[in-house]
């Protein structure tokens, strides 16, 4: 599976658990903590929801590694059939590494040739890119609607010319701490009044014909919304929703900040007007109510009240509004840090490091099993067996290009000759010589391999219009060797020399020794030379 | 085009206009107070914002401060105004503006003498 894919992945399970747990505490916290923090706490769901860093050794993480470990064992098994049983270093590698069994028979088709598994592999490497491509177009779907709303209102929109209206506005903004200039303009097609515009605001009402009272208090609604700068938080967590589209949960939490949200900025509002003020802001919410039910579209702007049910739940806590005591600071405090160290262990996906290229002597020190992948095209490649515990490439940078990836365990290799012939100047591959698992493609290359004693491993070499060369010094003991070829004229006419101990039959020569822990399989797909020393 | 403009935006551009060029918004306020006009600040930023988007201003930023340079001449102003006026009261007719002026003494004296020498230098020029 592809990093990206993973990595939302891993952000959405956590972040699910987070809004899991806040939906679970909401009954008990609703009326008892400030709206405030219930409002903002969420943000730190959103942290978790948007940014892929987390500390080493997470929960997630933890459980991702175990996932794919077991994924690719399985992938291993069924898909590459000719894995077989190893170590390193005497030491056991992972478990599930561990349980590959020797399954392994030539007859099969080699992994991956079957286009239906190749069809699904593909998409599972390429599901991010449809994930980010719905996710791009819900998100621009959301800002064309807004934008279009906004461009509704501001076709039917005229500038409030009364000045003591705009003063009136003026006064209030400067008693919140509002210093911008907020626009204030009229639209009758408007149902309730809305701010719209991040940096330039604007606040349109539906008409001026309101008592002074209701003028007051949808301002003050408006202005505080303003300037709690909550038209940002709802882009924010539309941007999240959009990243997580297929997150059911994610969307629900984008309802409840939407409430939260107006419940916050009642209670700000009553916190600042004080208690005997509260009954006149009710009744200006129920008017604004009474204008209400024109439209539907509130996506991402701020409007004075967004229906019956949640209007009711706010008059409700607006009588019911006391000054938080202090006594529920202290859970305030411990809920918060609760869900900022839940948030942080739970953590998220971290993608394993690539290892930089190193120019020339390429080297790379291994702490886990060895599965090696090389394509080698044109030049030479010789592989040596050394008592290390690393890969090291020795190469000429003026005839090769050498290329070193480490991916979930596995390296992949590239050697790229730059000239059609480079004599006997081999890149020297050396690898630890308890042996390894080797695929390699060799095309218009050669392939040298002194395979080392005790050697367990598997190497699978498609070649084509290549060579191929082993030598032994234990005459092949404890191996299984078969060379096959895709078309019977390769097998016919490539020269293939091998000791007298070997089979040859029609379509296959083969050599079974002792164990057989040291598997070696030979496909030709081209005409290759094979030599066994 | 020339957008109409309300009464409050025109009181501030009279002001711009009659600085005769970049006025500050300190001075706009000053000379609004001085015509009893004691506006909200932000009320006049949010008027002479108005005003730029309709474009009968520009702002420049010189320091932290904004000074306003008119985009329409006052005189522009008042020659749309005045066809409007005309095409809206008069249907176009100016004949019928002129002698309501005159018919209704709304014309002093020397306004009297000054219009008449202005018809008379303008027909000498042809």
Not at chain 1, 102 to 112: A, M, Q, T
Not at chain 2, 5 to 23: C, F, H, Q, R
Not at chain 2, 101 to 122: N, V
Request: aromatic content about 10%; glycine content about 6%; some cysteine.
């Amino acid at each position: 599976m592809n990093n990206v894919f993973k990595i939302i992945l891993s952000l959405t399970i956590s972040g699910s658990f987070l809004i899991l747990f806040l939906f679970f505490c909401k009954p008990f916290i609703k009326s008892k903590l400030s709206r405030q923090w219930q409002y903002y706490v969420w943000l730190i769901v959103i942290a978790r929801l948007l940014l892929p860093f987390a500390p080493e050794g997470n929960l997630i993480d933890k459980t991702f590694e175990a996932i794919e470990t077991a994924y690719y064992g399985d992938e291993m098994q069924s898909v590459q059939s000719y894995q077989s049983d190893y170590d390193i270093g005497g030491a056991s590698i992972g478990e599930v590494a561990n349980n590959f069994t020797e399954s392994f028979v030539p007859e099969e088709n080699p992994p991956g040739h079957n286009p239906i598994q190749e069809a699904f592999w593909l998409l599972v490497e390429n599901i991010w890119l449809i994930w980010l491509d719905i996710a791009a177009i819900i998100l621009i779907r959301k800002i064309t609607i807004y934008r279009s709303f906004v461009r509704y209102v501001k076709a039917g929109m005229k500038p409030v010319s009364d000045i003591e209206l705009l003063d009136r506005v003026a006064v209030i903004g400067e008693q919140i701490d509002v210093s911008r200039a907020v626009e204030l303009c009229i639209n009758p097609l408007i149902s309730s009044p809305l701010l719209i515009g991040f940096f330039r605001p604007c606040i349109v009402i539906p008409s001026t014909n309101i008592s002074d009272r209701d003028f007051h208090y949808t301002i003050l609604h408006e202005l505080t919304h303003y300037r709690r700068r909550d038209m940002f938080y709802k882009w924010l967590v539309q941007i999240t929703i959009c990243l997580h589209w297929f997150n059911p949960l994610v969307h629900l939490m984008g309802r409840e900040i939407n409430k939260a949200c107006e419940f916050a900025c009642d209670e700000a509002i009553i916190t600042k007007l004080g208690s005997s003020n509260v009954q006149d802001y009710g009744k200006t919410l129920l008017e604004a109510m009474a204008l209400a039910g024109q439209y539907k579209e509130t996506l991402a702007s701020v409007t004075l009240s967004e229906n019956k049910k949640l209007l009711k739940e706010r008059l409700g806590a607006i009588v019911n509004f006391k000054n938080k005591s202090k006594l529920f600071l202290v859970p305030t405090l411990a809920l918060t840090l609760v869900l900022l160290v839940g948030a942080t262990s739970i953590g998220a996906y971290t993608p394993k490091q690539v290892n930089p290229l190193i120019p020339d002597n390429k080297s790379i020190t291994l702490d886990t099993d060895i599965t090696i992948t090389a394509e080698i095209n044109v030049g030479g490649i010789d592989i040596i067996p050394v008592s290390q515990d690393k890969i090291t490439a020795d190469f000429d940078a003026q005839y090769y290009d050498v290329e070193m990836i480490e991916e979930d365990g596995e390296w992949k290799i590239t050697v790229t000759g730059k000239k059609p012939r480079m004599g006997s100047n081999y890149v020297k591959l050396y690898i630890p010589d308890t042996g390894c698992n080797i695929t390699a493609n060799v095309l218009s290359g050669s392939l040298l391999y002194d395979l080392p004693q005790n050697c367990k491993g598997s190497l699978y070499i498609t070649a084509e219009n290549s060579s191929v060369k082993f030598s032994t010094t234990n005459q092949y003991e404890n191996c299984n060797i078969s060379v096959v070829a895709t078309n019977p004229y390769f097998m016919e006419y490539s020269h293939i020399s091998y000791p007298d101990y070997f089979t040859k039959t029609e379509d296959k020569v083969w050599y079974e020794n002792g164990t057989g822990t040291n598997e070696i399989d030979i496909v030709l797909t081209g005409f290759t030379n094979v030599d066994f020393e | 085009m020339i957008q109409p403009i309300s009464d409050a935006e025109l009181d501030i551009m009279k002001i711009v206009w009659a600085n005769n060029g970049p006025t500050l918004f300190a001075y706009i306020m000053d000379e609004l107070a001085l015509k009893e006009k004691t506006w909200q600040k932000n009320t006049v930023i949010t008027l002479l914002s108005r005003l730029m988007d309709k474009g009968f201003l520009k702002a420049k930023k010189t320091g932290r401060r904004n000074e306003y340079t008119p985009l329409v001449s006052e005189t522009e102003y008042q020659t749309t105004q005045t066809k409007d006026f005309l095409n809206k009261i008069y249907e176009g007719n100016a004949k019928g503006l002129i002698s309501n002026l005159i018919q209704s003494d709304l014309l002093a004296d020397d306004e009297y003498d000054a219009l008449k020498s202005l018809i008379e230098g303008g027909k000498r020029n042809e």
